[in-house]
């Protein structure tokens, strides 16, 4: 096919529904798989795939509760998600009150109907995402977590770019796209910690290595509200 593929992420933990589906699209799609949802988070986050389908029933985090997550993070709040579910008790109506959706189908399904949903998801034209206001602010904060090999750090930095959700930060350390770290402001008396992911990296590997985090939950005493 001519031009670029679009591409769809497949977020659900039973492997051979992941195949029928991968098989099904991959003639019109570059399709990627996840059987776990911070997996699923993180090839979002590094792919910005056209579409998502997401499974409600996955390990550890809920779809819901993933959906909800992409559509928070500024950098995939505009991707189109279609819900897949086994249980007909989890309704549309349910689900799109918890999070917005482009579209919900039950197990088992028209393959036709599911190829109809997402070849309209992908096929929305996307304009650019609404930038946040941010304010250049000397923020002294404290990150801790767990790099790229697996080791755990906690150290202090200086944030000069603030918004209301995130921050951006240098640092020498190596994280992973779509992990997650503590932070929390190292002035005033509160110290109770926010947690955020790693929504992107500027330069990596270079002295000007530069990060964007955006936060899950806020410190109680974040400069933006």
Not at 66 to 74: G, K
Not at 154 to 180: K, M, N
Request: aromatic share 4%; net charge neutral; charged share 25%.
């Amino acid at each position: 096919m001519p031009g670029r593929h679009k591409t769809i992420l497949i977020v659900d933990d039973d492997d051979s529904f992941r195949t029928v589906l991968r098989l099904a699209l991959q003639d019109e799609y570059e399709v990627l798989e996840a059987a776990h949802p911070r997996e699923g988070l993180a090839l979002a986050l590094q792919r910005n795939p056209d579409c998502i389908l997401v499974d409600l029933e996955l390990p550890g985090v809920s779809g819901v509760e993933l959906c909800t997550i992409l559509s928070d993070l500024n950098a995939t709040s505009l991707i189109p998600i279609i819900v897949i579910t086994g249980h007909p008790a989890a309704r549309l109506e349910e689900i799109s009150q918890a999070v917005r959706i482009a579209g919900y189908m039950e197990k088992p399904f028209d393959m036709a109907e599911l190829k109809v949903r997402v070849a309209a998801a992908a096929g929305t034209r996307r304009g650019d995402r609404r930038r946040e206001g941010r304010v250049r602010l000397p923020i002294p904060l404290r990150i801790a977590g767990t790099d790229n090999n697996g080791a755990s750090f906690d150290t202090e930095l200086v944030t000069h770019d603030v918004s209301s959700h995130g921050f951006s930060s240098s640092t020498a350390l190596s994280l992973p796209i779509g992990s997650s770290i503590q932070a929390w402001m190292t002035t005033g008396k509160q110290t109770a910690r926010g947690e955020a992911l790693v929504v992107r990296v500027e330069r990596p590997g270079t002295a000007a290595q530069r990060y964007g985090f955006q936060f899950i939950s806020k410190p109680v005493n974040w400069i933006l509200r």
